[in-house]
């Protein structure tokens, strides 16, 4: 039996790393999937994935930032495929700084991005969740959301403000059958990262270093939160509303 079956899922930042790696997922076990993000080459080729698999994928071109762009993803996804049952918030963006070496605009995008994003989405989908009779959203935060570490204080801030959030939203929702769950990973090896690892002096030490602080001895992998996030999407956890989440190899258990 399909985990997802009949269900319709949208999920942005759905063209690399976790998001790929759900909107994968989900159409293994039955969903419909609609990838929205800013980059429609990414899209295409995870749609053409899906469909090449067997499965039904729709490419959305969506910027999370932008009320009219997010509002036209969720009426494409539900005019395709007649509902929408699932979001999954995973679009975001990182920035690796302390306060005094944070800009204003610097920090304004990752807010609009991270935060925004996250609200914006949410708020165009609800309508569309009621008429299914009730669905879930999954929000991808971070274990920094949570705690913090050196030199991500708007990172921090904006993935923290999308835990509370998930919380406010699970309480708001509940009695109308729509569930809202927070995913708080820990370091992923996604193309992010791998950005993050090349740009120091010697990336191999800088990654090494970030092994060394998980118990589990490396780091995380897309498919460890997808996982979770069909979990989460599924009738499997129908007794979960305003969780976040930890997804840390350990991190958080000092």
């Known amino acids: 039996m399909l985990r997802l079956a009949n269900k319709v899922a ?3 930042g759905g063209g690399t790393g976790i998001g790929r790696a759900c909107a994968l997922a989900f159409a293994r076990e039955g969903a419909n999937v609609a990838l929205a993000g ?3 080459g990414p899209l295409n080729d995870v ?3 899906i469909a090449k698999a ?3 994928a729709l490419a959305i071109e969506c910027d999370v930032t932008d009320s009219v762009s997010v509002q036209h993803a969720i009426e494409t996804t539900s005019a395709c495929f007649h509902g929408l049952h699932i979001v999954v918030n995973n679009a975001g963006a990182l920035l690796v700084a302390a306060v005094d070496g ?3 605009a ?3 995008h990752l807010m609009a991005v991270n935060l925004k994003g996250t609200f914006l989405v949410s708020r165009a989908a609800l309508p569309e969740l009621r008429k299914a009779g009730g669905g879930c959203i999954v929000n991808i935060a971070s274990i920094l959301g949570l705690v913090a570490m050196k030199n991500r204080a708007a990172y921090t801030a904006s993935k923290g403000g999308v835990i509370a959030l ?3 939203m699970a309480l708001d929702h509940a009695h109308e059958n729509i569930r809202v769950n927070c995913i708080c990973p820990t370091i992923v090896e996604t193309e992010l990262v791998e950005n993050l690892f090349s740009s120091q002096p010697n990336p191999e030490a800088a990654r090494q270093a970030r092994r060394d602080m998980l118990p589990v001895g490396r780091l995380g992998k897309p498919e460890d ?3 979770l996030a069909v979990y989460l999407a599924s009738d499997e956890s129908s007794f979960v509303t305003g969780a976040a989440l930890p997804l840390d190899g350990g991190l958080t258990a000092y």
């Open 10 to 12: 949208l999920i942005t």
């Open 38 to 40: 800013r980059r429609p």
């Open 47 to 49: 749609a053409a994935e």
């Open 54 to 56: 067997g499965g039904n």
């Open 102 to 104: 944070t800009t204003e």
């Open 106 to 108: 610097e920090w304004d």
């Open 166 to 168: 998930t919380k406010a």
């Open 225 to 227: 939160v997808e996982r």
